[in-house]
């Protein structure tokens, strides 16, 4: 196997040295802007066309992520008969049927699975699962960054701005957190999730996320009295009578202390599938850093070269999420106190908030438009784990 390797950062350096290691998987080249003095077995080339026209190179690896030039990459190299391995959860999850689409018609694998979980084996199992049992949902810790922050806001007292700065300093935070303390990080990998899990193909742009941007100390504390942890849980889940529709959400969860989600400390990751004739299976691990992603982009490489499938199901239904139709309780603190949906809500008083019951979609939509207005809000969603 001849590989082509784009990018050279953090991942793409682990992928490479793990790949060194590998008989018969040889990188023949490495894509990157910069000089490379330290790689010596592999060609360095600034040029895409370089690599797509030797026929010697099977599969490459894409590891520049965002969207661009890593879609362009992409499509390019399916297009040209590449096997295509990828960590780019932003990418895969907002072109996910185009994608697939695409790799089905050449006759080419295309695998993701350091896309969510980083180096937990989630993906790949939850494929196999949907293949022999009826998943109802998946859900879980899937953003190691905003787990750090809630626990050192709960286990050494700090305020939210005091833990985002140490995890920043760390190294667990980029500079420009928002894609983590938004939700937008574990939006892209349940929406991913969800698609294996049930076959689906859903707009990753409409799975509703609001992440811990506003949480202060006083949450924790309120959630604590009773016996919760606050912990930023994506979940996707199906709905309706006959559970032919798919509900998908990321937000700020009342996690009860006894349960495995809620001694889940530091970077760590936990992820969980429930279906018929296996009940719950939770996967536990490292869900970043260069070795542990590294490792599952290698896993990748190895099931292609093993003559292994692409990651994906067959069916790919393309559907709405319906989390209008997904109902459960909240913890509720705003001052957007004159805004009609929150005049209209049930209200019990609970610490500095109030609970509520609400569906997903409208408890979103009133925190957009708090937003909009400028007025402060925060909320929990209310979960049986």
């Not at 500079?175 to 294996?196: F, V």
């Not at 190895?302 to 209008?324: K, Q, R």
């Not at 008083?349 to 409208?362: A, I, L």
């Amino acid at each position: 196997m001849k590989i082509g390797l784009f990018g050279f950062g953090t991942v793409g350096k682990g992928v490479f040295d793990i790949l060194e290691e590998r008989p018969g998987m040889d990188v023949k080249y490495v894509l990157d802007l910069r000089p490379l003095p330290e790689v010596t077995t592999a060609i360095v080339t600034k040029d895409l066309n370089q690599i797509l026209s030797d026929p010697e190179v099977d599969t490459v690896v894409e590891l520049i992520g965002g969207m661009h030039p890593a879609y362009e990459f992409v499509t390019a190299s399916l297009k040209a008969g590449k096997n295509v391995v990828t960590a780019n959860k932003l990418m895969v999850s907002m072109h996910y049927a185009e994608l697939i689409s695409l790799a089905k018609e050449m006759g080419v694998s295309l695998r993701f699975s350091a896309a969510a979980g980083g180096g937990i084996p989630w993906l790949v199992n939850l494929q196999r699962a949907h293949r022999a049992s009826r998943l109802e949902s998946v859900f879980g810790i899937m953003n190691g960054t905003t787990n750090y922050i809630l626990d050192s806001m709960d286990t050494l007292d700090k305020d939210f701005d005091e833990a985002l700065a140490e995890a920043q300093r760390l190294g667990f935070a980029e500079a420009d957190p928002s894609s983590d303390i938004d939700g937008l990080d574990t939006r892209h990998k349940t929406t991913l999730s969800a698609n294996i899990a049930f076959g689906v193909a859903l707009e990753d742009d409409k799975v509703d996320a609001f992440g811990i941007r506003t949480v202060k100390k006083a949450d924790l504390d309120c959630a604590k009295e009773k016996g919760y942890m606050l912990k930023l849980i994506g979940k996707a889940c199906r709905v309706g009578a006959a559970g032919d529709k798919v509900a998908a959400w990321v937000e700020p969860t009342l996690v009860p202390l006894d349960t495995p989600q809620g001694n889940i400390h530091g970077c760590d990751n936990i992820i969980a599938f429930e279906g018929s004739h296996i009940g719950k299976t939770h996967f536990i691990g490292a869900g970043a850093g260069r070795y542990p992603t590294g490792y599952a982009v290698v896993q990748d490489v190895v099931d292609i070269f093993c003559g292994n499938a692409g990651l994906y199901n067959e069916e790919m239904a393309l559907m709405p999420v319906a989390n209008e139709m997904e109902c459960h309780k909240y913890y509720l603190r705003t001052d957007f106190t004159e805004d009609p949906f929150f005049a209209a809500l049930e209200k019990t008083p609970w610490g500095n908030g109030f609970e509520v019951t609400s569906s997903v979609r409208d408890m979103h939509d009133f925190a957009a438009r708090a937003k909009v207005a400028g007025k402060e809000i925060f909320f929990a969603g209310h979960l049986a784990f």
